[in-house]
């Protein structure tokens, strides 16, 4: 990772963190615990990419296996993190800027609700059948509710700085409008070369002057009188 994404991730994890296990799970809300860790990864993974947000994904869910007061096992919350910020960020298009909020909505409820179903899958496998007596559908749905209650006021702002440090801002401007000036610059090409609008405003301008194509017929007619003229008067001289 460049060093700017890791001044950018490092913080946003650690103030994520620390308002999640000190403020979000104390609210003694029901169902699940509100997210802010999964958002904020969200947010990175859709403008760094998959393997951006794969390793942000994992380096956060490891800290939050190791933070206290963690009751699971480590390598748990960092595997589910690393899977949901490689798929998150597989959904960034090419041009590096979602042109509408409908795609990262659709991703911050798919990564809630497929990272509930890892988490609670994984415990399962490690023995861990705490999901099942809260019961796996009202984690799902409180889950979903509460990440996209908390998406519109984190995502946004995650990504809006994510890409200033990237830079991905100015260069999509630049590009674009560069592109647009060349595209507009080869598809017109023709107006610019030395018989197209260059040469027609050279040309009207010579007309108006006198010195275009109504003076030089004005000088081969001139010419041609006094050729006749001449050749008259040979004619009485003889």
Not at 102 to 110: D, E, R, S
Not at 155 to 167: N, S, Y
Request: some cysteine.
């Amino acid at each position: 990772m460049r060093i700017n994404r890791i001044l950018l991730s490092a913080p946003l994890v650690v103030v994520a963190l620390v308002i999640q296990v000190t403020i979000l799970a104390r609210l003694q809300l029901p169902g699940a615990v509100p997210d802010l860790l999964l958002l904020v990864v969200l947010g990175l993974a859709l403008v760094y990419g998959h393997v951006g947000g794969a390793l942000v994904g994992f380096s956060a869910g490891l800290l939050a296996d190791l933070a206290p007061p963690s009751d699971h096992a480590i390598g748990r919350y960092a595997l589910v993190l690393c899977v949901i910020g490689y798929c998150a960020g597989l959904t960034k298009p090419d041009s590096g800027q979602h042109r509408s909020a409908t795609l990262p909505l659709l991703v911050v409820l798919g990564a809630a609700i497929g990272s509930t179903l890892m988490y609670a899958g994984v415990g399962a496998l490690v023995g861990d059948t705490a999901a099942r007596h809260v019961g796996i559908v009202g984690l799902l749905l409180s889950a979903t509710l509460y990440d996209l209650l908390l998406a519109p006021f984190t995502v946004p702002l995650v990504m809006a700085l994510a890409r200033r440090t990237e830079g991905e801002a100015l260069a999509g401007d630049g590009s674009s409008s560069s592109g647009a000036a060349g595209g507009r610059d080869s598809g017109y090409g023709w107006l610019t070369t030395g018989t197209g609008l260059k040469a027609s405003r050279g040309a009207m301008k010579s007309v108006r002057t006198g010195t275009g194509i109504g003076s030089q017929r004005g000088s081969l007619l001139g010419k041609s009188a006094r050729d006749k003229v001449g050749r008259i008067k040979g004619v009485k001289r003889l």
